[in-house]
């Protein structure tokens, strides 16, 4: 009677109590999944065309780095304008540029320097999606379901990390990269149509209230900055997405130079990963508060630490596995920590911005982080430079724990 009623009283049952959060889950779900099918796609062509390392940072880089420049702007222009407009418009855009990509694939025109300028114009439209996304949660559900509809929608999002490659190496292994791509481009105006069904007010500021965009931008910035709490956070991402993160656009050479695999070694690692992924967010999801949720954030960076560093130097493919595994669990719970604890403190007229700022970090952290590995594991290989990483992230876990758990009451308590 007791483990029934937890279960129905837990976050996931009342994340999903909400219609419309139901009906933007199946959206957000549905496009997650398009998402990894298309980055698997693209790094697995990639690497078919060129066998290059530094291809595979480059391209890794083009889907996140427009994050860096547009992540601001973004944020100010969903606050402004509202959050679901800006995602419809955005995500529809977005179907454009894979539908083009896969036809190159199917008429057999692509090139490496095609497939990059379309994968950086697809990054492009997804640093206007990603903030709206998250920011438009709280118009979705009351607050004290905020964590646990943050962690339901990471459990999505590396859900699709797992579900998405398992989709991807079974089409590429009995059909082709275009049909994936073009499968991608279908999900995305799908999406588009169904979040015209949500009944929220998503309207952005008054006319009358709005500076000017480079004055949001500032007083978004200020207030992150001047945040204790909040810019700390900003730093353990910083350490998940910068030094952590990366290894999953090396994936492809693990596969082939360590392991001596091809497609369905590089679909194995990488739903590996999403496995592990999809059950911490599920636990946290079904925790569904705030309370702990330092300790937890701090506790499994570190994890995510030992086990990419773990990974980075064996040889056995199965125990690999069993790390990726690992890791995928630790990466996730700290990221769905410190967007809860994001949310849970932000003031709501800076929202939008603030979710950019890290943004910015979850995106551009991995592209900057790929480049640097990708070009450093060409003349080196591939699994010092992604062990140097996670040890350079360690270094900076250990100066961080103290100044975060100073915070954790101020960041965890609710209104």
């Known amino acids: ?37 298309n980055r698997a796609s693209v790094a697995w062509l990639t690497w078919d065309m060129t066998g290059s390392e530094t291809w595979l940072g480059y391209m890794g880089a083009a889907s996140m780095v427009p994050m860096l420049f547009l992540g601001p702007l973004s944020g100010a222009t969903a606050d402004r304008y509202g959050h679901r407009r800006q995602l419809q418009i955005a995500t529809a855009i977005g179907g454009f540029f894979p539908f083009i990509m896969a036809t190159m694939v199917y008429t057999e025109t692509i090139t490496p320097i095609a497939l990059l300028v379309l994968t950086l114009l697809g990054g492009s439209t997804r640093a206007f999606n990603v903030p709206a996304r998250n920011a438009m949660v709280h118009a979705l559900v009351d607050k004290k379901d905020i964590s646990a509809v943050i962690a339901v929608n990471g459990a999505s999002y590396h859900s699709g990390n797992f579900i998405g490659p398992a989709i991807a190496g079974v089409v590429l292994f009995y059909g082709s990269v275009a049909i994936a791509l073009y499968a991608y481009a279908a999900v995305s105006f799908g999406v588009v149509i169904l979040y015209k069904f ?21 007083e978004g910035f200020r207030y992150a900055y001047n945040h204790t709490g909040i810019r700390n956070l900003m730093i353990m991402t910083a350490i998940v997405t910068l030094f952590l993160q990366p290894y999953m656009e090396m994936l492809p050479a693990f596969a082939t130079e360590i392991f001596g695999r091809k497609v369905e070694g590089y679909a194995m690692l990488a739903t590996s990963a999403g496995l592990g992924a999809m059950f911490g967010g599920l636990w946290l999801a079904q925790r569904g508060r705030t309370e702990g949720l330092m300790r937890i954030l701090l506790v499994s960076t570190l994890i995510g630490v030992l086990s990419v560093i773990a990974f980075s130097q064996t040889s056995n493919f199965y125990l690999a596995m069993a790390e990726m595994f690992l890791s995928g669990i630790a990466l996730v719970s700290s990221g769905i920590c410190t967007l809860s604890l994001i949310q849970n403190s932000v003031d709501a007229n800076v929202r939008g911005r603030v979710i950019s700022f890290n943004g910015i970090l979850v995106t551009g952290g991995p592209a900057l982080g790929a480049i640097i590995i990708g070009t450093v594991a060409e003349r080196y290989g591939v699994q010092n430079p992604v062990m140097v990483s996670a040890l350079l992230g360690l270094v900076i876990w250990l100066i961080m724990v103290r100044p975060n758990m100073k915070q954790a009451a101020r960041l965890e308590i609710a209104d």
């Open 1 to 37: 009677m007791n483990n029934k009623n937890k279960l129905r009283d837990g976050g996931i049952a009342r994340a999903f109590s909400s219609r419309n959060f139901r009906l933007f889950w199946y959206g957000h779900f549905s496009f997650i999944i398009g998402v990894w099918v």
């Open 198 to 218: 949500l009944d929220i007010e998503d309207g952005g500021t008054e006319k009358k209230d709005r500076k000017s965009i480079g004055a949001e931008l500032a």
